[in-house]
């Protein structure tokens, strides 16, 4: 899941990169509307990149997966509110 997650990240930062480059080296000689345009959509990719590259995977570990501690799964527990101490 790693591996294609970066993979797909690299290619939308690929085509980000050739989409800005290639607005202001040859597109803008044909149409400046076209090259804003471009780099416009250039502009959005980065963003949509990154939340790809962050999303959770179905067997990734997620923040509130007990630790294998108990003592500290147990701390976390009673802030959290999951589990009430009885004393």
């Known amino acids: 899941m790693y ?8 290619l939308l930062m690929g085509v980000c990169l050739f989409l ?6 040859f597109v803008r000689l044909f149409s400046v509307e ?8 250039a502009m959005v990719i980065p963003p949509v990149a990154a939340m790809i590259a962050n999303r959770r995977g179905p067997d990734d570990r997620w923040w509130d997966d007990p630790s294998g501690d108990p003592k500290s799964d147990e701390w976390w527990d009673e ?8 004393e």
């Not at 800005?20 to 080296?25: G, L």
């Not at 076209?34 to 959509?41: E, F, H, I, S, T």
């Not at 802030?79 to 009885?86: C, I, P, S, T, V």
Request: proline letters at 0%; a positive charge; one cysteine or more.
């Open 3 to 10: 591996a294609r997650r970066r993979r797909t990240y690299f």
């Open 20 to 25: 800005f480059v290639s607005a202001w080296s």
């Open 34 to 41: 076209a090259a804003v345009a471009l780099c416009v959509v």
């Open 79 to 86: 802030l959290d509110g999951k589990r009430r101490r009885e």
